[in-house]
Nanobody
Framework: QVQLVESGGGLVQAGESLRLSCAAS????????MGWYRQAPGKQRELVAL???????PYADSVKGRFTVSRDNAKNTVYLQMNSLKPEDTAVYYC?????????WGKGTLVTVSS
């Protein structure tokens, strides 16, 4: 059974940085992409960034230039480096992975950015 476990969330002030990690465990192969979505209070879940098996990295416009997604294939781990954080980045961040037609989700980690 595949599990995704996020870590690294917390409370920071505007302008500071955080690094999120997501480790995938279980029988894993044929990964199409890994990445991150987020959901702010009262809003729908939205894409933050993905990293595909081919190395493409689509980002939401709101995070371009501030966030960087990366992946350690040997560890089946995806990272999200978040710099210059803004209060509007406050959300629960969810790790996602798609492999062999199945999409998996982590339970989420809360990021709170104070002004």
């Amino acid at each position: 059974q595949v599990q995704l476990v996020e870590s690294g969330g917390g409370l920071v002030q505007a302008g500071e940085s955080l690094r999120l990690s997501c480790a995938a465990s279980g029988t894993i192969s044929g990964i199409n992409f890994m990445g991150w979505y987020r959901q702010a209070p009262g809003k729908q879940r939205e894409l933050v960034a993905l990293i595909t098996s081919g190395g493409s990295t689509p980002y939401a416009d709101s995070v371009k230039g501030r966030f960087t997604v990366s992946r350690d294939n040997a560890k089946n781990t995806v990272y999200l480096q978040m710099n210059s954080l803004k209060p509007e980045d406050t959300a629960v961040y969810y790790c996602t992975m798609r492999a062999y037609g199945m999409t998996y989700w982590g339970k989420g980690t809360l990021v709170t950015v104070s002004s």
